[in-house]
């Protein structure tokens, strides 16, 4: 089962509005990840926000995080024709898990499209 | 430009073929990844190699069959598939292995069709 959920599913925006994204998780978490991809091709990681922050903030993107109601958002401020792409949460396994490497789990994901 | 190589770009086989997809990167990585990824779907996990020795196998059909030769190669041998395995195989990396690895680098995929 999918450990996170995005809304919205699709996202159509003017070039220059502000885009935001949520995710909900199920389980706890030690840390969220935000992915674009392109269409067709591969993941591109975007920012880790850590469960002991609440707030994180790189070039014109902005991701919070509440631990309390398991959710993340993604926000992209200015937006442009590039930023056109599926944007995915991702969450690792619970603390504890040893070894093993990063079982990352995906979100639903939004599509997000910028329109001149 | 991502540092992790899938090989081929595209691929399209009939049931009864052997192939293999390819990937590798040069980044000193010790864990390496195969997703698997359907039309507007997110990626599912597949495989997981941890300092070139299998660690997660998410239940995966053994049609599908990978191989890590070293720690920047790994391969994923595929027999016998079915239509509905045509879909892009992501290949990534991550710098350590354990839990809470941080990021993952993506391979740009390899787009399989299953005739």
């Known amino acids: 089962s999918q450990q996170g959920e995005e809304d919205p599913q699709a996202l159509s925006i003017q070039e220059g509005e502000n885009a935001t994204m949520n995710c909900s998780y199920k389980?706890?978490?030690?840390?969220l990840q935000w992915y674009r991809q392109n269409s067709g091709r591969g993941l591109v990681h975007l920012i880790l926000?850590?469960?002991?922050?609440r707030e994180k903030h790189s070039g014109r993107l902005r991701v919070t995080l509440d631990t309390s109601k398991k959710s993340s958002s993604l926000l992209i401020t200015a937006s442009r024709a590039a930023d056109t792409a599926s944007y995915f949460c991702?969450?690792?396994?619970?603390?504890?898990?040893?070894?093993?490497?990063?079982?990352?789990?995906f979100g639903t994901g939004t599509q997000l499209k910028v329109e001149l | 430009d991502t540092e992790v190589t899938q090989t081929p770009k595209h691929l399209v086989m009939g049931m009864t073929n052997k192939k293999s997809l390819k990937c590798e990167q040069h980044?000193?990585?010790?864990?390496m990844y195969w997703y698997k990824q359907k039309a507007k779907k997110p990626p599912e996990l597949m495989f997981v190699?941890?300092?070139?020795?299998?660690?997660i196998n998410e239940s995966v059909p053994s049609r599908f069959s990978p191989e890590c030769p070293n720690s920047s190669l790994l391969n994923l041998h595929l027999h016998a598939l079915q239509p509905e395995d045509s879909a892009l195989y992501l290949c990534?990396?991550?710098?350590?292995?354990?839990?809470?690895?941080?990021?993952?680098?993506f391979g740009e995929g390899s787009r399989l069709t299953v005739l």
């Open positions: 980044m000193g990585h010790r864990a």
């Open positions: 190699y941890s300092y070139e020795k299998l660690s």
């Open positions: 990534a990396s991550s710098h350590g292995a354990g839990g809470n690895t941080g990021e993952l680098f």
């Open positions: 926000i850590r469960s002991n922050e």
């Open positions: 991702a969450t690792p396994p619970n603390w504890g898990l040893t070894g093993g490497g990063n079982k990352l789990t």
């Open positions: 389980t706890s978490i030690n840390n």
